[in-house]
């Protein structure tokens, strides 16, 4: 049977995955970050103060939440680069179910250790059969229940709440920027903040080493794209989820691609201005938002997640760009 299209999910659905979370998670703070700048009140949505520093708990949780037992009982597996699993593996042990991960060798050692750390299952496969469970191309073997990281519904409902918290606690939002790996998160936080406030702008947010956003955008269609290895492991790639992808270029209006330089410098100045930790992808919005000509007005960077191996990160504090 094939699977039912992706589609946006409604406002009441991402309300019902906020009630659902509430009792578990803490909620995110906006904070404002004053830089100065006339055309930009800049704002911070920290996801990284969630339990496992990182989005990623949100649709995890909600994507457990949202099944009955039954659909559980031999456990549940994703697919993730590392955070989406580290979400999954604090989500199950929550919820006292069993939990594996597909992931590749070289994700984020600080990831794949949290991911152990509670009690995962983490199953390593090369990049390309990653990507091909990622794009529902390949299933894996195991009896667990398979989330995809991006394309289930639930999921998209769970990120969604980010998108709620944002207009909730800021009415007058007139930019988003998000950053964009698979689209699940993008598409969840567009999907709220559109149904709250028409007016918004939302961008995806890339890294130019791979940025397969802004090539569908110029070609008009999803493109194979040539990529240069990157220490950003969470978003770019070098094509686009073709399930999610019509959603996603329905909310989206633009991407912004930003180089390893201009992430790094965003990583420092979190630290600096605001003694925020966040890995590449965390702080690519904010690169984006100082480097792009697009986000005016109240302009709030989705800060993702801060779960960096401490070697990388002393790299970027040092002034350099860690290796791929």
């Not at 979400?87 to 250790?113: C, E, F, H, N, S």
């Not at 090369?126 to 398979?146: K, N, Q």
């Not at 969840?188 to 569908?216: H, M, N, T, Y």
Request: net charge neutral; aromatic share 6%; with cysteine.
């Amino acid at each position: 049977m094939m699977p039912a299209p992706v589609r946006r999910p409604t406002l009441d659905e991402i309300k019902a995955a906020r009630e659902r979370l509430a009792a578990w998670l803490p909620r995110t703070p906006l904070l404002h970050l004053d830089l100065g700048r006339p055309d930009q009140r800049m704002f911070l949505k920290l996801e990284t103060l969630s339990p496992i520093g990182a989005f990623k708990i949100r649709p995890a949780l909600n994507a457990l939440l949202s099944r009955d037992a039954d659909a559980l009982r031999h456990g549940v597996a994703t697919v993730s680069s590392g955070n989406m699993a580290y979400g999954m593996a604090w989500a199950a042990r929550a919820l006292g179910v069993p939990m594996a991960a597909y992931m590749y060798a070289d994700a984020p050692q600080t990831k794949i250790d949290g991911v152990r750390r509670l009690g995962g299952d983490v199953r390593f496969v090369s990049h390309d059969t990653w990507w091909r469970y990622i794009v529902g191309a390949e299933r894996p073997d195991g009896p667990e229940l398979l989330v995809n990281p991006v394309t289930d519904q639930a999921v998209l409902a769970g990120n969604g709440t980010i998108g709620l918290e944002i207009v909730e606690d800021l009415p007058d939002v007139d930019c988003v920027l998000t950053p964009y790996g698979g689209g699940g998160m993008t598409s969840g936080v567009a999907s709220a903040v559109k149904a709250l406030r028409g007016e918004a702008k939302i961008f995806a947010v890339e890294d130019e080493s791979a940025a397969p956003v802004s090539a569908a955008l110029a070609a008009g269609r999803i493109v194979e794209i040539a990529t240069r290895p990157s220490f950003i492991k969470s978003i770019g790639g070098p094509s686009l989820v073709p399930d999610l992808w019509p959603l996603a270029n329905q909310l989206i209006d633009g991407a912004i691609a930003v180089s390893l330089d201009q992430v790094t410098e965003a990583m420092r100045l979190l630290f600096s201005k605001a003694k925020v930790v966040a890995e590449g992808a965390g702080a690519a919005a904010l690169a984006a938002a100082l480097n792009g000509r697009q986000a005016t007005g109240n302009v709030v960077c989705v800060i993702s997640g801060g779960n960096i191996d401490a070697a990388a990160y002393a790299q970027v504090l040092a002034g350099n760009i860690p290796s791929a």
